[in-house]
């Protein structure tokens, strides 16, 4: 068989396609490869025909009909599940935007917005049950100025969060994302050796640490500990001619998202790899950029 053979997939009216498995290539089935649903189009199901019609089985959920999960009922969330597995599909994570705020001065503020915070961390809890996951992204809290770092404030909050997450049997994987006190390879290792517990991890982002600025080799990843990761967003990202980094298709940009993977396999990383888009072409769509991008990274894949 042409490695580059396509077989029309399930979505055949929407133009998209399924690529072919060569003799030689990684094996789909060896990986956990799936994609972060909204990051397809808002309406569920569609994004869920999408990720089946590549011959993928995994599924990060975030938002439902283009709703946060966390402001949707039980009753809609269930009617996700039925969803999920009408298609055969398993869910990798749930995704909530969970610490994903500036952490206000000791005070009244801050106690309410932690109320709120964790109301919410108790409904991503319900709802990860629901879906049948374990693992719920949360962030380290939004820092826009990195002289007004509060990181010990911030790692005894997200420790407390953790502390929630042990009694519930669920894991907490933070996130690495720029502007956040967590934003490279050295911030997630400060953070796993701040707090210990096997119910924290990360979602490693190498597109997050470069916009932080972080270009050593794999972005940050070779000091990140590999038994700690509970996800890893792949996409793509590249300067643009005023030296601004910004969002690709995958393939077409500087990340070496090869290389990443190669190293994750070969220091036994066995978890999600999880296609998270961010990027619509000029005159398309989310969709668009999706199709782009898995198509691209599953080309990647045939390499190693």
Request: with cysteine; net charge negative; aromatic share 6%.
């Amino acid at each position: 068989m042409d490695r580059r053979d396509f077989v029309k997939g399930a979505l055949g009216a929407l133009g998209v396609f399924t690529l072919a498995q060569p003799a030689h290539a990684l094996p789909l089935s060896t990986v956990k490869l799936g994609i972060i649903n909204s990051e397809i189009c808002d309406d569920f199901e569609e994004s869920l025909q999408f990720i089946k019609s590549y011959n993928l089985n995994w599924v990060e959920v975030k938002n439902l009909w283009g709703k946060p999960n966390t402001l949707q009922d039980a009753d809609t969330v269930k009617k996700a599940k039925g969803l999920v597995d009408k298609y055969n599909l398993k869910v990798s994570l749930l995704a909530t935007g969970i610490f994903k705020q500036v952490l206000p001065p000791k005070g009244p503020e801050r106690d309410e917005l932690l109320k709120k915070q964790h109301a919410e961390l108790q409904t991503a809890i319900r709802n990860a049950r629901i879906f049948e996951t374990d693992r719920i992204r949360v962030f380290a809290f939004t820092v826009q100025d990195p002289s007004k770092r509060i990181w010990d404030d911030a790692m005894e909050e997200l420790e407390k969060a953790v502390r929630i997450a042990e009694a519930e049997g669920v894991s907490l994987a933070v996130e690495n994302i720029f502007e956040n006190h967590v934003e490279t390879g050295a911030d997630v290792e400060r953070m796993l050796h701040d707090i210990p517990s096997p119910r924290l991890g990360v979602i490693w982002e190498a597109n997050n640490a470069a916009m932080a600025g972080d270009f050593s080799p794999l972005n940050g990843l070779l000091r990140v500990d590999v038994k700690r990761i509970l996800d890893v967003h792949l996409r793509d990202g590249r300067h643009n001619a005023d030296g601004k980094f910004e969002w690709c298709a995958v393939g077409e940009g500087e990340i070496d998202d090869a290389g990443i993977i190669k190293h994750l396999l070969d220091n036994g990383y066995t978890g999600p790899l999880t296609l998270e888009t961010h990027y619509t072409p000029p005159n398309g769509t989310k969709t668009d950029g999706s199709r782009m991008s898995i198509e691209g990274l599953l080309k990647i894949i045939e390499t190693l």
